[in-house]
């Protein structure tokens, strides 16, 4: 999200492949649906997991931090970013929604950051310099604040479980490739105008490590991907690592709003909106 962009074409660059990224993996989260299961027995290793996802991707808030990590090659020239945010987001299934985002990106030496609020049907944006608001229905801005990366066992080759001296399960997984990929091509169908009528995006390689507690909450979550993409004939390559520490969810959860909301310049919605997808 920008209000102002950096002028430079190494900027430019990471701009745009930035935003191809973060749509295609937003086509890889779509598959993280999956069921709980309940007994009164001892679990499997795989129905604690299963469990602990199914509970976590139906909490109404969550306080987390996420930090992201990235190392792009784009036809020989190689580029590093990192990316932090801190996420609270309450009421998320209702017109009551309260989100607080600050997002900090760090590229080729330059810092920015940018902070979102949502609170009363209004959409809050700020750059540091620029600070503006907008009303805005609570379904729009649902998805900006996402931190769930945990993944479908559907697309596992591996699944090992050992517990920490914490007593909370530690959850060591690794993707198979085919099955991801086979995904990936059917959930990016109609996606020419990302990827072009050539493009390709393809999943190297994907590993991770997800924390359980006895109550089967998600309590850390820390994912490393590979990945290669064509798209308007050029090819770039991602390393990525994501890592996502969550402070606290349901009931817990408290969003924190800055003092000066109430300053910010109202504008058209859709001058906010155009903002929010730039």
């Known amino acids: 999200h920008q209000l102002r962009r950096t002028d430079g074409p190494a900027a430019e660059q990471e701009e745009i492949c930035m935003k191809k990224l973060l749509a295609l993996l937003l086509g890889a989260t779509l598959a993280l649906s999956m069921t709980g299961c309940s007994s009164e027995e001892a679990l499997t290793p795989e129905e604690i997991y299963d469990q602990a996802i199914a509970k976590s991707q139906e909490l109404d808030a969550v306080d987390g931090d996420m930090t992201i990590s990235m190392d792009m090659d784009m036809g020989g020239m190689s580029l590093s970013m990192g990316m932090d945010a801190r ?17 900090s990106t760090d590229v080729l030496g ?28 609570y379904s729009e801005v649902a998805g900006q604040a996402q931190m769930n990366t945990a993944t479908s066992r559907d697309f596992m080759e591996k699944l090992e479980m050992t517990e920490d001296e914490n007593g909370n399960y530690v959850f060591t997984y690794s993707i198979a490739q085919d099955r991801l990929n086979d995904y990936l091509d059917g959930a990016l169908e109609g996606m020419d105008d990302i990827l072009g009528e050539t493009g390709s995006f393809v999943i190297n390689e994907m590993n991770g490590t997800c924390v359980i507690d006895k109550e089967y909450n998600v309590i850390s979550d820390n994912v490393h991907m590979d990945m290669d993409m064509t798209a308007e004939g050029q090819s770039l390559g991602y390393v990525m690592d994501i890592s996502i520490e969550y402070n606290a969810v349901g009931d817990a959860v408290t969003v924190s709003f800055p003092d000066d909301l109430d300053s910010y310049e109202e504008v058209d919605h859709d001058v906010l909106a155009g903002a929010m997808a730039a």
């Open 87 to 103: 996420i609270q987001l309450k009421n998320a299934t209702s017109g009551d929604m309260e989100m607080a985002m600050i997002l």
């Open 110 to 137: 330059t810092s920015m950051q940018v902070e979102e609020y949502f609170k009363d049907g209004y959409f809050y944006m700020s750059d540091g310099t620029t600070k503006v608001k907008a009303p805005f229905d």
